[in-house]
Every structure is written in C-alpha cells, then in structure tokens.
C-alpha cells in the first residue's frame, strides 16, 4: 500500500505527499473515534448522574476536564510530536483510550470518574490529530474537513441510538462504556491502514506562525463561536425544564439536533467551495445571535425545537468556513492544526463561563451568554479581516 512519505512534493489534491482514498477514510476515521464522545456525552454522562454516580457538579466537571485534555492532547500531538509512525502512534493511542473507556466502567468515585476521563481526553485528542494532521497537508483541507465532521456526526447518531435504546437500558452507563472500549479495539484493524508517515509541512517557526496578530484572532473567532455552543448544549435541559418542557422531549430534541449537526457538515461539503468564508461565518454568527435570543425570551416549545435544531445545524457547517480562515490566517497551515483544540476548549470554557452568571433555577442568563459568544465571533473576524488587509497593503 502506498504511503505518503516525508520528500513527496505533492500532486493536484496535496501539498505534500500522496495518500490513497483508503488511507484518508482510514485517517479520518481514526479521528472519528477520538471525537465520539461529543455526541454521546448527554447519554452516558446523563446516565452517570441518574445512576447516582456523580453530582450535578460533578457531571460538569467530568465532561469540562474532557474537553480540555482532548484539546490539550490534540495540540500537543499536533505541535509537538513528528508526523512520523502514524500506524503505531494512532494504535497505541486507541489502545490509552480503550483501557481509559473500561477503567470509566468500573470507576467507584466521581475523582476516579474525571482521572479516567481526562485520560480519555488526551489518548482522543491524540487521535483527533492523526486526522488533521492529513487535512491540514490537503489543497482542498475544506472539504474534507466537512468529510471529517460528517463521518464523525454519523458515528455519533448511530451509537448514540444504539446506546440509549439497548445498551444503557440493559447494562447501564458501563455498558455505554465497554461499548466505546469495543469500537476503539475494533478500530485497531484500521490504524493499521492509515499512511505510515506524513510528508513534513514546513513548521521550523511553528510558534511564530501561530503567534502572529491574524492567526491569533482567527483561532479566538473560532473559540468564541464554540463557547457560544458549549454553552447551550451543557444546559438545553435545564432551560427547557424552565420554560416547563420535560427531560424526556429535550432528550429527543438532543438526538433530533445531532441528526441536523450530520446534515450540516454535509450541506457544507456540497457548498464550501461556493460561498466566501467571511460571508459564511459572519451569516452563521448573526443566525447563531438570533437563536441564543430566542431560546433566552422563553419560547414555547415548537420554537424551541427549531432553535436548537437551527443551532445543531450551523455547528458543523461553519467548520470548513474556519478550517478556510485559519489557512487565509497561517499559509504554513501551522494555525489550522490549532483548530480543533479551539473548538474544543469553547465547548469546554462555554459552559464554565456561562454557570456563573446563573441565579439560582434561572437558567436565561445562559442563551444571553451563548449570543454575547456569537457577536464576540463575529468582531473577531472583522478585526482580522482589517488586520490582513492592512497587511497587504503595507506589503
């Protein structure tokens, strides 16, 4: 099987190296898997805290310190370690996770719950990178980037379905995570086709590529938008309960939002290559502001379903929008590996940020946080397009 080795120059799809169609699914898979547990942390860490395992509190600190050890672990794979021995790097990392998903099964104590979970985090930020590593080296890195959300987005409604509808009935959160602990086992056989080497991009001043004014703003915007999300999500079924929708409707409102995150990042395949990315993200900004108010004025509930739902839906198709504008941000592409760790430490800081602004049992402080998140997106992209058309013309 061919590989993309380091020195390959690269064809019409690639800037360096060459790798088959089968070793991008496989890449991108294996990136999949690190990511799984997004769409799936409303049903099992919902089933934790009905088993009685963790506290409210509790609950928000397990999921906040995975978040941020995946982004952590992205961006140190990403930054730090070479490109070099994917194939055992993306086995031994699916290898951390599979034993960090089994000591979660069977972890007595809600500090053993976050240890295993912040251990998962950084073994699926790892595996996070072995994807946008090869995207990052794609003359079309949007694009598959919309096929990287998309693969994920499906992975996730499917197990999403399987474990709510069979597998925590009958075995409880455990089971939820054995479930997982399988899939990484079973994913084994495909680290094994992923490329063996990624050709080197050229990142001898990584620091100072990424430390610049435009990368720097490009990177804030995409964060601002993910606090935005973050922060909705953690607490859809609270603000529901508010405005006297049961856990049972949110719940289904939950699955039904996954299923609108899978058809955004496919309509974004279909159209990023049609649309400027400084159109798409300012439009989604003021559709994401439009939202967060309306789930802020106490809507009823066929309102809130297609706020969320519209919410679900623009997650995922700005991706390949900001995938754009951190590549426009770093041509070194050294910004776009940073990407993902963004992403993930707004959905990690969002609702952190947010629950300090809560009163008591009300919850609208929090939409009201997620629209500031959406304009703060929006001001940072305006600052960098300033930045970068000053740029030019001093050059």
């Known amino acids: 099987m061919a590989s993309t080795n380091t020195g390959h120059s690269g064809n019409g799809d690639w800037l360096v190296g060459n790798p088959t169609g089968a070793q991008l699914a496989s890449a991108l ?5 690190g990511l799984l547990i997004l769409g799936l942390q409303p ?10 395992h963790v506290s409210g509190d509790e609950l928000a600190l397990v999921a906040t310190a995975e978040m941020i050890a995946i982004a952590i672990g992205s961006a140190v794979v990403a930054m730090l370690l070479s490109a070099h021995n994917m194939r055992r790097k993306s086995a031994v990392l699916l290898l951390l996770l599979g034993l960090a998903n089994v000591w979660t099964a069977y972890a007595a104590t809600a500090n053993t719950l976050i240890g295993a979970r912040a251990l998962a ?96 703003t490009a990177l804030l915007s995409v964060f601002c938008y993910f606090m935005f999300f973050g922060a909705v999500w953690a607490f859809l079924e609270p603000l529901g309960a508010q405005y006297g929708i049961d856990g049972r409707t949110v719940g289904l409102i939950v699955s039904a939002s996954l299923a609108a995150q899978a058809l955004g990042a496919m309509t974004a395949t279909v159209f990023e290559a049609r649309i400027d990315y400084r159109l798409a993200i300012t439009t989604i900004g003021v559709v994401a502001l439009v939202s967060s108010l309306v789930l802020a004025s106490g809507p009823g509930l066929t309102t809130f379903w297609i706020a969320a739902l519209v ?10 929008y900001q995938i754009r504008l951190a590549i426009t941000a770093d041509e070194t592409r050294t910004a776009v590996l940073l990407v993902p760790a963004a992403q ?34 929006v001001v940072l992209l305006g600052l960098f397009i300033l930045v970068t058309r000053r740029r030019r013309a001093v050059a």
């Open 344 to 377: 993930l430490f707004g959905l990690a800081i969002g609702p952190i940020a947010a629950s300090l602004l809560i009163d008591g049992k009300d919850f609208r402080p929090v939409p009201e946080f997620a629209a500031a998140s959406a304009v703060a997106s």
């Open 43 to 52: 049903v099992l860490l919902g089933a934790l805290y009905t088993e009685g």
């Open 29 to 33: 898979w294996i990136g999949s898997v």
């Open 121 to 216: 985090g950084l073994a699926e930020g790892g595996l996070v990178a072995v994807a946008t590593e090869l995207i990052a080296r794609s003359r079309r890195a949007e694009r598959i980037g919309g096929y990287f959300v998309t693969m994920q987005t499906l992975a996730q409604c499917a197990l999403a379905l399987l474990l709510a509808l069979y597998v925590i009935p009958a075995a409880g959160s455990a089971g939820g995570f054995i479930v997982l602990a399988v899939v990484c086992i079973a994913s084994l056989a495909v680290a094994f086709t992923v490329p063996g080497d990624y050709a080197d991009l050229p990142k001898e001043e990584n620091l100072a590529n990424v430390l610049t004014i435009p990368s720097l």
């Open 311 to 320: 919410m679900g839906f623009i997650l995922l198709f700005i991706v390949p």
